[in-house]
């Protein structure tokens, strides 16, 4: 039997993921490096999905954003 968290996150990538791969996909250029990067984005947002639960989709288009800077350093 499923936890509610995992229950709530699989409806939140189910819904969103599209979307938040597109946004990947404009800050990477590139189509497999906005895949790993949205992958590494949503095990952040499973993480924390106690924190984000109220607004997930606003915490992962931040951690996009922020994610490949900290990669870099």
């Known amino acids: 039997m499923r936890d509610s968290r995992g229950a709530e996150f699989d409806d ?3 819904t969103r993921s599209i979307v938040l791969l597109r946004v990947a996909f404009l800050l990477t250029g590139d189509r497999h490096a906005a895949e790993d990067l949205l992958q590494e984005v949503l095990e952040q947002v499973y993480v924390r999905w106690r924190r984000v639960r109220s ?3 606003a915490y992962a288009r931040r951690a996009l954003v922020n994610e490949p800077f ?3 350093f």
């Open 12 to 14: 939140f990538v189910r």
């Open 55 to 57: 607004s997930p989709e």
């Open 70 to 72: 900290r990669a870099t």
